[in-house]
């Protein structure tokens, strides 16, 4: 305790003692250019940390608009797949599809989220093969007014694909 009250004590007086052997031994003109020099040095310092600093924050604003569009992307690709998933499940049932609101809601959708990810260049393969199997489910249904065995399993692996990439690429 006593120790810890020594302690500021003593480092006044050691400044103390060095500031009196600063002033014996050296002239006002020596420690003015230390000072200036110093001051010069500081300067260019802080001239070097601004730039640093701005190189910093560029890349700190790229990373977050890269995962931003990242979020946003996988965020669209769930809701594809959970439509997907929808109209899979519509298709199992084995039930006449023409007059079912929820078929005809998620056929919009995935054609609108379809778009929206082609437009970011999202898997662009898959999102082939969704059109296409889009495409003849609508045909199935206008021909039969049921989605075919061939075309569920199209489906059916198409949405296998989907979930493989999000996982990949998602992880």
């Not at 003015?32 to 940390?49: D, G, H, K, P, R």
């Not at 977050?64 to 109209?87: F, K, M, P, V």
């Not at 082939?128 to 609508?138: E, Y």
């Amino acid at each position: 305790m006593l120790f810890k009250k020594m302690l500021p004590a003593a480092f006044i007086l050691l400044s103390g003692f060095a500031g009196l052997l600063v002033g014996l031994f050296y002239s006002s003109s020596t420690i003015e250019s230390l000072f200036n020099s110093a001051q010069v040095i500081t300067s260019v310092l802080a001239s070097i940390a601004t730039v640093v600093g701005v190189v910093l924050a560029y890349f700190a604003l790229d990373t977050w608009r890269s995962q931003l569009r990242g979020s946003h992307i996988y965020g669209q690709s769930s809701e594809l797949l959970e439509a997907l998933l929808t109209t899979l499940s519509i298709a199992i049932n084995k039930k006449p599809i023409i007059g079912e609101k929820t078929f005809g809601e998620t056929g919009g959708k995935i054609t609108q989220l379809v778009l929206q990810l082609k437009l970011k260049q999202f898997e662009p393969v898959i999102l082939a093969k969704i059109t296409d199997v889009q495409s003849k489910i609508m045909d199935d249904v206008k021909d039969k007014n049921l989605i075919s065995d061939m075309t569920i399993s199209t489906l059916l692996s198409v949405v296998n694909e989907l979930a493989k990439s999000l996982n990949n690429q998602f992880k």
